[in-house]
């Protein structure tokens, strides 16, 4: 009893955490489906998931099981903005697809570059990725941390001239 309670209760929360996560609902899958499409084998096993008990704003793709998941508060942030969740999901596809070495800033940079390219493809709007973060600038100023390039950064190569 002593080492099965502690399995136990281990069991118990891994269980609520994942069953936090639902499959992302039909308009969100109508356009992961396409950009998966436009994508090509590579990404063949990617799924689409939310994580309806994290309020945060993320996204986490996990390259081995092709698991995108979607936080609660990223979906709420984006209601009215189809595209840019799109937008976000190629980014997403882009980092499943082509596994990155180089730093953390330049891996992100490419899996932006790829979501624009991948957005054209799939015929949904490739400047959706810079009227998101013009909106994430308009909200929060200029962010920037150790893993991802700044918002402005980001704002700047991802825009329509
Ligand atoms: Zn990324």
Known sequence: MKIILPIMIAMLFSCTAYSAEVPAGKQYQTQFNKLKKAAGSKVNHAKLYIDTSD??????????????????????????????????????????????????????????????????KAGLNHCAGGQYW???????????????????????YLRCK
């Open 134 to 156: 013009k909106r994430m600038l308009s909200i929060y100023g200029n962010q920037s941390g150790p893993s991802h390039p700044s918002f402005r950064t980001r704002y700047n």
């Open 55 to 120: 309020m945060n704003k993320d996204v986490i793709a996990y390259q081995g099981t092709g698991r995108i998941v979607f936080t609660q508060g990223e979906i709420l942030f984006n209601i009215g903005h189809l595209d840019q969740t799109a937008h976000i999901m190629a980014h997403e596809l882009g980092h499943i697809s082509n596994p990155c070495r180089g730093s953390s800033k330049s891996c992100e940079r490419q899996a932006d570059l790829y979501a624009v390219r991948l957005m054209k």
